[in-house]
């Protein structure tokens, strides 16, 4: 049994040489191979694959979920950073961006072009994000950066600006109209305690009083007139009314003075007029702590990686080749 084993351990021990013989033997050719493959690979990359240039864009994005407005307290559309970074591959801004960057639309789509696009958020700081944009050549990544904010900023600037100029119209209407309802709902209540108050005496004569009660006395002094409280608490109810009204009065007119307002920053945000000062918080929130550059190196493809590939491509098939004329070729003849 152990003179088996010895057997068959010399038997690979000769097979292993014999292996390393047949490689050893046919280096040059391997040698050979694999540096055409290297070299061809080299010259691929280098001059047929097209290059990859990477602009970043940092980003700092704080945006609060309250706006206070000269017409009220606004809540913002969304409750975090991310869902506010993550506009940026809305197809509008993606869209303007093409356009600004004069791309042919039948040759490139939305799609591929924000598969050029990616974001990093830094974990240690929560509100820090890094925009990537890919291009064929450095001037174009900076410059697809440099559109991409400032689409970003002004799609944002434009959807808080409007959804809230909306959300206040609506409001300013629903009020105006429940205010128009009262203040009717006091006219009429103002007009029934003037006409009440005309037929209620202003005083009270308490000797004529007290003789309708057939009550004689002299042992005390009668006045001949009181105040009658009647008229007096409906004479102060008038005067709480005609309040009330002014107050309400006051409200409409305001009511229409903010919708009218409302309605022109409406009619300007449908005209691209992004000027007015109303709801400015996207500038104050998101901004960059440094301008975009150019990249002075190609991200991809990686020459020297692809070199090195293309070698053990290459030395893989050579090995291939060198066995195979060995022991396929050798054993036929």
């Known amino acids: 049994m ?5 057997f068959n351990r010399y038997e690979e021990e000769v097979d292993l040489k014999e292996l390393f013989m047949v490689i050893w033997k046919g280096k040059n050719i391997i040698i050979t191979i694999t540096l055409i493959f290297a070299m061809l690979t080299g010259i691929f990359t280098m001059f047929l694959m097209e290059p990859v240039y990477e602009a970043k864009l940092d980003l700092i994005v704080n945006m609060p979920p309250i706006i206070n407005t000269k017409y009220g307290d606004y809540t913002m559309m969304m409750t975090t950073n991310d869902q506010y970074i993550n506009l940026i591959y809305s197809n509008s801004i993606i869209l303007q961006t093409m356009q600004d960057m004069k791309l042919d639309m039948n040759k ?4 591929n072009f924000s598969n050029k696009i990616s974001i990093s958020k830094d974990e240690k700081t929560p509100n820090s994000f890094t925009v990537r944009v890919q291009a064929k050549s450095s001037s174009v990544a900076l410059e697809m950066a440099k559109n991409l904010y400032k689409n ?22 629903t009020e105006l109209s429940k205010d128009e309802v009262i203040l009717d ?4 209540l103002l007009k029934q305690n003037q006409d009440m108050l005309k037929q209620i005496p202003q005083t009270i004569n308490q000797k004529d009083a007290l003789n309708d009660l057939n009550v004689n006395s002299i042992d005390y002094i009668v006045l001949e007139n009181i105040i009658n409280e009647n008229y007096k608490k409906v004479e102060l109810d008038i005067i709480t009314i005609e309040q009330t009204i002014s107050d309400i009065k006051n409200k409409i007119e305001l009511s229409k003075q903010y919708l009218d307002e409302l309605n022109q920053i409406k009619n300007n945000i449908a005209s691209s007029n992004l000027t007015i000062e109303f709801c ?10 440094s301008q975009p550059v150019a990249p002075s190196n190609k991200t991809s493809p990686s020459t020297t990686l692809n070199v090195v590939i293309g070698a053990v491509i290459g030395g893989m098939i050579s090995v291939i080749y060198v066995l195979i004329k060995k ?7």
């Open 185 to 188: 709902t006091n006219k009429k």
């Open 152 to 173: 970003y900023i002004k799609f944002l600037d434009t959807t808080i600006k409007s959804r809230s100029s909306e959300y206040f119209i609506n409001y300013y209407t």
């Open 327 to 333: 022991y396929w070729f050798t054993e036929t003849k």
């Open 108 to 111: 490139s789509t939305i799609e």
């Open 2 to 6: 152990n003179e088996q084993q010895n």
């Open 280 to 289: 400015e918080v996207v500038e104050d929130s998101i901004y960059l702590p």
